[in-house]
């Protein structure tokens, strides 16, 4: 659970609309398609994720793999599934930040 050592580049993660998306469909809790997901847990599977944004497998795990090499977000492979969750102490940490830098 790092903090992106490149403000710059953690901006430009969240820059991209289709990730914007992603992060806010993320604080979903409960509301897998498949039972891989608790209804208290925070996060969606891949399914609900591609699902969700309209775009294709291989478009969805790029979006995500960059979202992920930021810090932003947390994947655990569950089943044949991945799930995705939210990184809250690495955004809390992001957002600290921004209120220092600026």
Not at 47 to 60: F, H, K, N, P
Request: proline share 2%.
């Amino acid at each position: 659970m790092k903090l992106p050592t490149n403000l710059a580049s953690a901006f430009k993660a969240l820059g991209d609309p289709t990730r914007l998306k992603i992060m806010e469909l993320l604080r979903s809790s409960g509301k897998s398609c498949c039972g891989l997901i608790s209804r208290d847990e925070r996060g969606l599977c891949a399914c609900d994720v591609e699902r969700s944004i309209g775009l294709s497998q291989a478009a969805t795990s790029h979006h995500m793999a960059i979202l992920i090499r930021e810090g932003l977000v947390e994947a655990e492979k569950r089943g044949r599934w991945m799930y995705y969750r939210r990184n809250e102490s690495t955004l809390a940490r992001l957002a600290e930040a921004v209120k220092v830098a600026v």
